[in-house]
C-alpha cells in the first residue's frame, strides 16, 4: 500500500470523525428528552399506583395491572375509549376537508397552463393561519360564537341559532380551527410534491388529447402518493396528540351525558392523560402512563395500517 493511498484513507476517517462530533449533540438530547422519557413512561405504566390522602403510594413489582384496570378494565369507566373516539373522530373530521381542499389549491397553484397571477401572495396569505398561536386562535373563536359573539350574532339574525353548550357544535367549532390553522401547510408540502413531477408527463398527455381534471385523476394523484402518504401519516400522529385547541377552547367542555354518565364531549385523550399527570386528588401516575403508551401503541398501529394500505400496489393503466 503506497503512501497516498495511506494518506487519504487516514483523511476520509478524520472527517467521519467530525461528522459524529457534529451528530452527538442530537442523540445526547433525543436520549435525555425522548427515550428516557419513553422508557420512565413505561417503567410507570407497570407500576400500580394509588394515593392515600396526600401520599401517593406504588405497589411493589411489575405487572399489567393499570391497563387491565383502566384501559381494557371498567375501572376507568370507559373514558379512556371515549376521549379516544372523541380525538379520532374531530382528527378525521377536520383532515379530510384539510386534505381535499390544499390538494385542490396545490394543483391549481402549480397549474402551468392556467397561470394565475399573485399566486405567491395566496400562499402567504393561505399560511398565515399556522403562524398564529393556538391560545390566540382558540379564544378568537371562542368569543365569535359564545354568546354575543359576531358569528352568533350573525346567526341569530338569520334566524339561526349556534350553541357551543351542544358536544356537536364544539366539536364541529375546534375541527374548523384545526382545519384552518393547518390547511395552509398541508398546501405547500402537496405544492412541493406537485412540482417534483416531471412536466413530460403533462405534455404527453396533452398531446393525447387529456383534459385537466383527467390529468389530475390520472397523473397528479398516482404520482402524489408518497407525499399524501407522508401527510396522512404526520397529520395522523399529531391529530392523535391534539390537546391545546380543544384545551383553550372550552376545557374539553361541555358536558353531556351518555346514559347515565357524565362526559366531556370534546376532551381529548392527552387532555385526559394531563388530568392524572398533574397534581390534585385525581393524579395516578400509573393510570397515566398506561394511557400514554396505550396512545402509542395505537398511534404506531394506525400509522402501520395506513402505510400498509397505501403502499398498496395497484396496476396503472392511463386511459384518457
Known amino acids: ?51 392515600n390522602g ?16 383502566y384501559v381494557f378494565g371498567s375501572a376507568g ?8 373516539g372523541v380525538t379520532i373522530a374531530m382528527w378525521l373530521i377536520n383532515f379530510v376537508p384539510q386534505l381535499f381542499v390544499s390538494l385542490l389549491f396545490a394543483a391549481w397553484f402549480t397549474d402551468t397552463v ?7 401572495a395566496y400562499k402567504v396569505i393561505m399560511y398565515m393561519p399556522n403562524i398564529v ?34 358536544g356537536w357544535t364544539s366539536m364541529l367549532i375546534i375541527a374548523f380551527i384545526q ?18 413531477i416531471s412536466p413530460s408527463y403533462y405534455e404527453a398527455a396533452r398531446v393525447d388529447g387529456a383534459t385537466s381534471m383527467q390529468q389530475f385523476w390520472k397523473i397528479t394523484v398516482p404520482l402524489l402518493k408518497p407525499v399524501l402518504q407522508f401527510t ?14 380543544p384545551y383553550l377552547f372550552n376545557d374539553g367542555g361541555p358536558v353531556v351525558c351518555v346514559g347515565d354518565t357524565p362526559v366531556q364531549s370534546t376532551r381529548t385523550i392527552v387532555m385526559l392523560i394531563k388530568k392524572y399527570v398533574s397534581p390534585g386528588e385525581a393524579q ?37
Open 1 to 51: 500500500m503506497s503512501f497516498s493511498t495511506k494518506r487519504r484513507r487516514k483523511k476520509s476517517v478524520e472527517v467521519g470523525k467530525y461528522g459524529l462530533y457534529f451528530v452527538t449533540p442530537f442523540f445526547i438530547i433525543f436520549f435525555i428528552f425522548q427515550f428516557y422519557p419513553l422508557l420512565n413512561t413505561i417503567y410507570n405504566s407497570l407500576v400500580f399506583t394509588y394515593k
Open 54 to 69: 396526600r401520599n401517593v403510594i406504588s405497589q411493589p413489582g411489575l405487572s399489567f395491572g393499570n391497563y387491565s384496570t
Open 77 to 84: 369507566g370507559g373514558e379512556f375509549w371515549q376521549a379516544m
Open 114 to 120: 392556467n397561470k394565475i397571477k399573485g399566486v405567491k
Open 133 to 166: 398561536t393556538a391560545a390566540t386562535v382558540s379564544v378568537l373563536f371562542y368569543n365569535m360564537f359564545y354568546g354575543h359573539g359576531p358569528i352568533a350574532e350573525l346567526v341569530s339574525m338569520m334566524g339561526g341559532a349556534i350553541d357551543i353548550n351542544k
Open 179 to 196: 382545519f384552518w390553522m393547518w390547511y395552509g401547510n398541508t398546501m405547500l408540502i402537496l405544492m412541493s410534491g406537485i412540482m417534483g
Open 232 to 245: 396522512l401519516v404526520t397529520s395522523l400522529i399529531g391529530g392523535l396528540q391534539m390537546f391545546d385547541v
Open 284 to 320: 395516578n401516575i400509573g393510570k397515566a402512563a398506561s394511557y400514554s403508551v396505550a396512545l402509542f401503541v395505537i398511534t404506531l398501529i394506525l400509522s402501520l395500517v395506513f402505510v400498509k394500505i397505501t403502499n398498496k400496489k395497484q396496476r396503472r393503466t392511463w386511459r384518457y
